[in-house]
């Protein structure tokens, strides 16, 4: 079962203070349904020539992928990296009821 109109969207951040009212945000505004926040995550990456190891949050949002665009621009506009992550992943299965949620959680 294929639900090409839903998304999961993880993005990083500094901690899981700043995810918590990030994500509030996101689903007061219905941007996401749902955000499932990973505390603690340890990160190693290439960041201007030189190889970080960062701790770091994770959130996980499940939304629309209608939302995609909004979402990256928020995170553009409030993220306190300068090149925040943002992927979407597409939901290739979904209890359907679940999914009926989402959609319901995020409609304009």
């Known amino acids: ?3 090409i109109d839903l998304v999961d969207v993880t993005i990083s951040g500094p901690d899981e203070e700043w995810l918590v009212e990030f994500t ?3 689903v007061d505004d219905r941007l996401a349904a749902c955000g499932n926040i990973h505390p603690e995550v340890r990160s190693i ?3 201007e020539g030189e190889v970080e190891d960062a701790s770091e949050a994770v959130v996980v949002l499940h939304t629309q992928a209608s939302h995609i665009a909004a979402i990256i621009e928020r995170a553009n506009a409030e993220h306190p990296d300068e090149v ?4 979407a992943v597409p939901v290739v299965g979904v209890n359907p009821a679940y999914g009926e949620w989402i959609r319901t959680e995020t409609a304009s």
């Open 1 to 3: 079962m294929s639900d």
């Open 24 to 26: 509030r945000r996101l």
């Open 45 to 47: 990456y290439r960041w």
């Open 84 to 87: 925040p992550q943002v992927v």
